[in-house]
């Protein structure tokens, strides 16, 4: 099942999350949660290297799963833009695409 959450900025989404994950004191009722959970956060945030080093976060890399994974996430048509593919280095600012079409 699928829940989406809308609202206005400041309505408490976030809040109602953050409740959720046990981040914010409750002034009243009870929040159960069974099975595990996973928060991804709407700031992203890149580590200095190449794309590939932050698709696999440290995680040992495996050629199948890593294509797998891209295929996945419709990313193969991006590597293909990037001069050396997942190999492309990404600086504080992302991707420098006119560099990277040289
Ligand atoms: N850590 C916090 N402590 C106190 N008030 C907060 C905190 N985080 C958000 N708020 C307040 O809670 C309200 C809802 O904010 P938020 O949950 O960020 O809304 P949304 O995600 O829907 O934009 C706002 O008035 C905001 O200022
Ligand atoms: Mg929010």
């Known amino acids: 099942m699928k829940v989406a959450i809308c609202g206005t900025v400041g309505s408490g989404k976030s809040s109602l ?3 959720i994950l046990g981040e ?14 996973a928060y991804v956060p ?4 890149i580590l200095t290297g190449d794309v590939r080093e932050n698709i696999l976060f ?9 294509h797998q994974t891209a295929k996945a996430c ?4 991006d590597f ?3 001069s050396v593919g997942d190999r492309t280095e990404i600086g504080e ?8 079409s040289v």
């Not at 600012?93 to 990277?100: C, D, E, K, P, V």
Request: glycine residues 8%; proline residues 2%; charged residues 20%.
């Open 17 to 19: 999350l953050s409740c």
């Open 42 to 45: 709407q700031s992203p945030w």
């Open 74 to 77: 419709a990313l193969l048509k």
């Open 24 to 37: 914010m004191k409750k002034v009243s009722g009870q929040v159960k949660v069974s099975g595990t959970k």
């Open 58 to 66: 440290g995680s040992t890399y495996d050629a199948v799963t890593h």
């Open 93 to 100: 600012r992302g991707i420098n695409m006119t560099r990277n």
């Open 80 to 82: 293909e833009l990037f």
